[in-house]
């Protein structure tokens, strides 16, 4: 669904992308706040940051570059719209390069709210299963939203698109085989830097994120009618500055 409506002034045109990129946005800060829950819980992140964790722990030892999981969650997005790039070829459009500036996005949200719950310590198990479902619930919130909201996809579910017009595979078997793909490969990874299964980075928690987040996303969607009039709505600057002053002087005066 896109939100670009037909317009006759260019200035509705420009008005309507920057509303629904601002809430993309938005909804992007949101995804990235369950991500980082999900990460913080010990239990095992979910798929789309399996491997930028890993990778961020074999940093830490001087294995790998030292980056921060939100850096190399956008390499690794650069690196799935270059597959898709490969796998569709004459038939991957343009404008999917955006995915890339939606996928730096990701990264440097995912960053900060890496640092909003890094006061987050899950020392029993019963605070992480609940901050591990506390991330899944918001996590579905912020796709719910993100698919709302019209733009190109994200680069994992890019992939994933790829994947079913090169192949013909349902989409919904796509993506179950590049989740799995994703997450062998940081296991994968986690023996090469490690030596060993790395169970906070891929555990059950991350098998939890894997069927409960696809579950709450369609059980929440009805629900999410409202977020599509918001989309649809027109911001008009003038009359909130008008409002608010008109508060501002009834309130001292």
């Known amino acids: 669904m896109n939100v670009l409506v037909e317009s006759s002034s260019l200035k509705d045109k420009i008005i309507s992308f920057a509303w629904q990129h601002l809430l993309l946005v938005v909804s992007l800060f949101i995804m990235t706040f369950g991500v980082a829950l999900c990460v ?4 095992g992140s979910s798929v789309i940051s399996t491997i930028p964790f890993v990778m961020t722990l074999a940093g830490g030892i001087g294995e790998a570059p030292r ?3 939100g850096e190399y969650t956008y390499l690794m997005n650069f690196f799935l719209v270059g597959l898709q790039i490969l796998i ?10 955006f995915q890339l500036a939606i996928g730096f996005v990701f990264g440097a949200l995912l960053d900060i709210n890496m640092w909003i719950t890094s006061a987050i310590a899950c020392d029993t198990m019963l605070w992480q299963v609940l901050v591990q479902l506390m991330g899944c619930v918001v996590l579905a919130v912020g796709i719910s ?3 709302r909201c019209g733009s190109v996809t994200m680069p994992g579910e890019g992939i994933t698109v790829a ?12 993506k179950i085989m ?4 994703l997450v062998v490969i940081a296991v994968a990874l986690g023996y090469m830097y ?15 994120a894997m069927v409960f987040v696809g579950a709450m996303v369609k059980a929440l969607d009805p629900h999410f009618e409202w977020f599509t009039r918001v989309l649809y709505y027109r911001p008009g600057f003038r009359r909130y500055i008008y409002g608010l002053a008109r508060y501002v002087y009834k309130r001292f005066n």
Do not use: C, Y
Not at 194 to 208: A, R
């Open 40 to 43: 913080r819980s010990s239990l």
């Open 67 to 69: 980056l921060t999981i």
């Open 88 to 97: 569709l070829r004459k038939k991957f459009q343009p404008v999917q390069l």
């Open 145 to 147: 939203m993100e698919i």
């Open 163 to 174: 994947v079913n017009k090169a192949t013909g595979i349902p989409f919904a078997k796509a």
């Open 178 to 181: 590049v989740d799995i793909t």
């Open 194 to 208: 490690f030596g060993s299964w790395q169970w906070h980075v891929v555990g059950v928690g991350t098998l939890i």
